[in-house]
């Protein structure tokens, strides 16, 4: 009888848990106006068309007078390149959501991404949407 209840409550806790998880994800999805940092990437959806989002990041390399490295362009997904100064690379991945929904990931730093600088790129991106 024990064990039944341990295990009763063990997997409360679990699912308690996982749904907890379940709720903040979906929260922050929902929210598209709060930046999320994922494994180096610093990622905001924005209710923009995805041509006008291509078109701010490229703004925002600009003034931050970064020469636009590469550019890959698909129907769903562009990926720009670029790299300060220093060397330092710049990854910027636009992805079509929806006709009036683009998610943007930004990173910085190819072994230690850089968050502040990240950050930065985001935010200029999205003053020019």
Not at 22 to 41: D, H, N, P, Q
Not at 54 to 79: D, G, H, M, R, W
Request: aromatic share 10%; charged share 25%; hydrophobic share 45%.
């Amino acid at each position: 009888m024990f064990r039944k209840i341990t295990v009763f409550v063990f997997s409360a806790l679990l699912l308690a848990n996982m749904y907890g998880c379940l709720a903040i994800f979906a929260a922050g999805a929902a929210g598209g106006g709060t930046a999320v940092w994922l494994s180096g990437k610093l990622t905001q959806q924005f209710e923009s068309p995805y041509e006008r989002v291509i078109s701010a990041s490229k703004k925002a390399f600009s003034s931050f007078n970064l020469e636009l490295i590469k550019e890959v362009k698909k129907a769903t997904v562009t990926q720009l390149r670029s790299e300060y100064a220093d060397g330092k690379k710049i990854w910027i991945d636009i992805h079509k959501i929806t006709e009036d929904s683009t998610k943007v990931e930004v990173r910085v730093g190819a072994v230690n991404p850089d968050k502040p600088a990240a950050s930065k790129i985001l935010k200029r991106i999205k003053s020019y949407l």
